[in-house]
Every structure is written in C-alpha cells, then in structure tokens.
C-alpha cells in the first residue's frame, strides 16, 4: 500500500528543469533515508538518488551526477528532486521511497514504503 506521494512530473524538452516532490504523512519520512527510484518502459526499476535523514548525507547514480540535486525540506515532510539538463534517457515513472535502514541506498529492499510514481518525459 503506498504511503508516499510523488508529484511534479510532465512531458519537458531536453535541456529543461524539474522538480519532483516526495510528500507523506504524520512524520513517516522525517527521521528516515528517502530513495529515489525510476523505471523507464521495458526495463527494471533503477536507483536515482538518496539522502540521509539528517539531510548531511546525499547519493546519486552516475548518470545523474551533476544534473540531479536531492534535498529535504526542513521542518516538512517533504524530500524533492531537482533535476536540471534533462535528457531522454531521463523518461521514466519515478518512485520515491523509505530507506528504515539509512544504509545500503541503491538496493530497493531496503526501502518499505513506496509511492505510486509520477511520470517524467522528455522530448527529443
């Protein structure tokens, strides 16, 4: 059952920005490591970013290094991902995720509640 909720996904052009946003209720993400997850048509669900629960703490894909910011909102809630200089290859259903263990951040396993996803596409 999901628990999280993603938002801020659309159709962009190459080269343009989004954020997406991972929102949950009643402190279920606020002392917890958040994943953020995509699975492009035809293929497995791929690890894009984490943070941390404090936030002191981030990781990304190789891809997305450089291009993709993750960041927790203080005081919310709320964990985002800012994505800059969006390519095609960024088109996929993005998940975000609970990480219990703050550890081990690109397996999906680690991670127990997940959001329904939000779709990003980029045209060419």
């Known amino acids: 059952q999901a628990q999280l909720h993603e938002s801020g996904g659309k159709l962009v052009q190459t080269g343009s920005s989004l954020r997406l946003s991972c929102a949950a209720p009643?402190?279920?993400?606020?002392?917890?490591?958040i994943g953020w997850f995509r699975q492009a048509p035809g293929d497995e669900r791929k690890f894009v970013a984490a943070i941390n629960w404090s936030g002191l703490s981030t990781y990304y894909e190789d891809s997305v290094k450089g291009r993709f910011t993750i960041s927790r909102e203080k005081g919310t809630e709320t964990v985002n991902l800012q994505m800059d200089a969006l390519k095609p290859e960024d088109t996929a259903v993005y998940y975000c995720a609970r990480n219990i263990w703050n550890e081990d951040w690109t397996s999906d396993v680690k991670y127990d509640y997940w959001g329904q996803g939000t779709q990003v596409t980029v045209s060419s």
């Open positions: 009643d402190r279920m993400i606020g002392n917890y490591g």
